[in-house]
T-cell receptor
Framework: DSGVTQTPKHLITATGQRVTLRCSPR?????VYWYQQSLDQGLQFLIQ???????AKGNILERFSAQQFPDLHSELNLSSLELGDSALYFC?????????????FGPGTRLTVT | DAKTTQPTSMDCAEGRAANLPCNHS???????VYWYRQIHSQGPQYIIH???NNETNEMASLIITEDRKSSTLILPHATLRDTAVYYC???????????????FGQGTRLTINP
C-alpha cells in the first residue's frame, strides 16, 4: 500500500458524459501527478501539481482538466468522453516537485466509456 | 530526454537471481536511473534509483556501469510475486521550475517460473 488513495476504483459511463476522478496523496506529500494507461499508448504522463500550482503538463487533452485543492487532494475532470478515453488513470504523489523525489502511485481508477 | 532500451520479456526460475538489463547510452551526467515495476494492472511501484554508484535496498540492487551507459536491476531471490513489468526510466526533470515527469517505455515483462 503506497498511501495514495484513488476513488472510484471503477467507473463505467457513456460517450459524451463527464466524470471526476479523485486522488488523495500520501500524508506529507505536496506534489500530485496524473497518468493515463491505455492498451495502445502505455503509461502516459498527463499533469503535475505542486501545492496547488500546476508545474508540468504532458499530452493532456483540452477536454481534460485537473486541479489540486488546499487540502492537497486532486481531481481529474474528463469531459465529452470518447470511447478512446477508456483507460486506467493513476495518480502519484511525492514530497517535493523536483526530479530528486520518487513518485508513489495509487491503485488507479479504471474508466470504461461505452 | 535520455531514452532507454530494455528486452521485451525475460524468464527466471523461482529462487534464482533475476537480472534485468537496461541501456541508456544518451544519459546526461546529472540524470538518475530509476526502476519501477507494475504488477498486473496495479499502480507502478518504485523499486530503486541511482546516479553513479551501485545501490541496494530491501527490494533489489542496482548496478550502473562506469560509463553510465547501461545498468542492471538485480532481484536476488526472485519469487512468484515478482512477476511484473519492470520499467527502467531516466528521470526527466525541469530543474528551474521544480517539476518532473516519468516517461515510461514498454518495459520488460519478467515471468518468474516455479
Amino acid at each position: 500500500d503506497s498511501g495514495v488513495t484513488q476513488t472510484p476504483k471503477h467507473l463505467i459511463t457513456a460517450t459524451g458524459q463527464r466524470v471526476t476522478l479523485r486522488c488523495s496523496p500520501r500524508s506529507g506529500d505536496l506534489s500530485v501527478y496524473w497518468y493515463q494507461q491505455s492498451l495502445d499508448q502505455g503509461l502516459q504522463f498527463l499533469i503535475q501539481y505542486y501545492n496547488g500550482e500546476e508545474r508540468a503538463k504532458g499530452n493532456i487533452l483540452e477536454r481534460f482538466s485537473a486541479q489540486q485543492f488546499p487540502d492537497l487532494h486532486s481531481e481529474l475532470n474528463l469531459s465529452s468522453l470518447e470511447l478512446g478515453d477508456s483507460a486506467l488513470y493513476f495518480c502519484a504523489s511525492s514530497v517535493g516537485a523536483g526530479t530528486e523525489y520518487e513518485q508513489y502511485f495509487g491503485p488507479g481508477t479504471r474508466l470504461t466509456v461505452t | 530526454d535520455a531514452k532507454t532500451t530494455q528486452p521485451t520479456s525475460m524468464d527466471c526460475a523461482e529462487g534464482r537471481a533475476a537480472n534485468l538489463p537496461c541501456n541508456h547510452s544518451t544519459i546526461s551526467g546529472n540524470e538518475y536511473v530509476y526502476w519501477y515495476r507494475q504488477i498486473h494492472s496495479q499502480g507502478p511501484q518504485y523499486i530503486i534509483h541511482g546516479l553513479k554508484n551501485n545501490e541496494t535496498n530491501e527490494m533489489a540492487s542496482l548496478i550502473i556501469t562506469e560509463d553510465r551507459k547501461s545498468s542492471t536491476l538485480i532481484l536476488p531471490h526472485a519469487t512468484l510475486r515478482d512477476t511484473a513489468v519492470y520499467y527502467c526510466i531516466v528521470r526527466v526533470g525541469i530543474i528551474i521550475q521544480g517539476a518532473q515527469k516519468l516517461v515510461f517505455g514498454q518495459g520488460t515483462r519478467l515471468t518468474i517460473n516455479p
